[in-house]
């Protein structure tokens, strides 16, 4: 069965885009400026925004699908989409009617690019530590805090803030351009070179009370899930493409290069290999189709199969990628050959939107909710 016809088109437009780029923004650090806005300007960046604002309306499934194409070209880009997307589900989600109709336009088709702001030195998967303050005064609100590690915040326009609020947090939305805000980059990140990580400062920025979404605080961890789970969703098939890239090479290599009179792919060992990754692939692909369908029918499963696709994609995806490396051997030990880059851009991936670890301990107490649940229902049974 094939693909959606307007999602083969999305494929063509940013296949044109994307050209044979990887190689020299992976090697310079930066994706061309002009290519960044087109993405925006087309939708691309945020797909699944509603067509009611603006955006292109894909559900989940075709959305991941269109991410995955764009990880399995550069991880890099692919990085700035989920950042883009993460900034419009958290608006969509906390958002007042005013606030979604002015913001979400501007991040679906407006050219704009956002980044959104978690992570701190001293709160990165606790997020409750954050210390960057958004407190009231008058009409405005003073935002004052350091965010690190930030993705895509060197193209940025905008930046959600996360940050304490009164007795809880909110998020800001602060212009890269207004006084008091400084984005210094990241040097030399091991992955995802082009994605524009920066530190980004915020020394008593002035705002409008009207960019806190929803005008109020919440609840720390709402926030943190609202934006997380888009952004698990979106890494987790972003990692499909990483597999799907590796398995292109891999299989390429195997079929051409001759060793002992016969191909690679004709021994055993090698082969080995090849069947490792496409059974990564198969599986991160069914994770996050299953993660999406859930999504798409607003299943009460959502989060916890989120959470189980990012898990799962990521893990397989860095331990693809290097069975693809070592595949290839000195082929593709080259810097910014395609699975060099997917070995160090996937090993991020274990890392960003909840470490692999965090996300054993989400996964442990579902398993154990789930468990205790059963439990009670046998013995509500034998009553």
């Known amino acids: 069965m094939g693909e959606p016809a307007g999602l083969a088109e999305l494929r063509e437009s940013a296949d044109a885009l994307i050209g044979q780029g990887p190689d020299s923004w992976d090697r310079d650090g930066v994706i061309p400026d002009e ?31 269109f991410t995955a194409f764009v990880g399995s070209r550069c991880s890099s880009l692919r990085s700035l989409m989920t950042s883009q997307g993460m ?39 606790d997020l409750a530590a954050m210390t960057t303050r958004i407190e009231p005064d008058g009409d405005s609100v ?27 947090s909110a998020a800001v939305v602060v212009p890269t351009s207004a006084p008091g805000v400084t984005v210094e980059r990241v040097p030399e990140p091991l992955g995802c070179v082009a994605a ?29 899930t609202t934006a997380l789970s888009y952004g698990r969703m979106s890494v987790a098939w972003g990692c499909v493409g990483i597999l799907r890239a590796c398995l292109a090479e891999v299989t390429a290599h195997a079929r051409e290069r001759e060793q002992f009179g016969s191909p690679l792919a004709d021994h055993q060992l090698v082969a080995r290999h090849i069947a490792g990754l496409w059974t990564a692939e198969q599986t991160a692909t069914r994770m996050c189709a299953h993660a999406s369908a859930c999504w798409d029918a607003r299943s009460p499963d959502a ?58 301990l989400i996964l442990a107490r579902h398993a154990l909710g789930a468990a205790g649940g059963a439990v009670a229902d046998r013995k509500e049974g034998h009553r």
């Open 35 to 65: 290519v960044v806005r087109e993405f925006a300007t087309r939708g691309l960046l945020c797909a699944q925004v509603a067509s009611r604002y603006g955006g292109l309306g894909l559900s989940s499934a075709d959305n991941g699908e």
């Open 142 to 168: 003073v935002v004052t805090g350091e965010k690190v590690w930030i993705t895509a915040a060197c193209y940025a326009d905008l930046v959600v803030v996360f940050g304490r609020h009164g007795s809880g």
């Open 87 to 125: 900034a419009a589900w958290t608006v969509q989600r906390l958002a007042d009617r005013e606030q979604r109709a002015e913001l979400l336009p501007r991040l679906a088709r407006g050219g704009e690019v956002a980044a959104v702001a978690f992570s701190e030195s001293g709160a990165g998967s």
């Open 303 to 360: 989060v916890s199969a989120t959470v189980l696709a990012k898990y799962v994609s990521s893990r397989n995806a860095a331990e693809g990628a290097a069975s693809a490396v070592q595949v290839l051997a000195s082929a593709g030990a080259r810097h910014s050959h395609p699975v060099a880059r997917a070995y160090r851009d996937a090993k991020l991936m274990e890392i960003i939107e909840g470490s692999s670890e965090i996300c054993e």
């Open 196 to 224: 524009g990580h920066a530190v980004v400062r915020l020394d008593g920025v002035r705002l409008d009370a009207g960019s806190v979404l929803g005008g109020g605080e919440f609840p720390t961890s709402l926030l943190v």
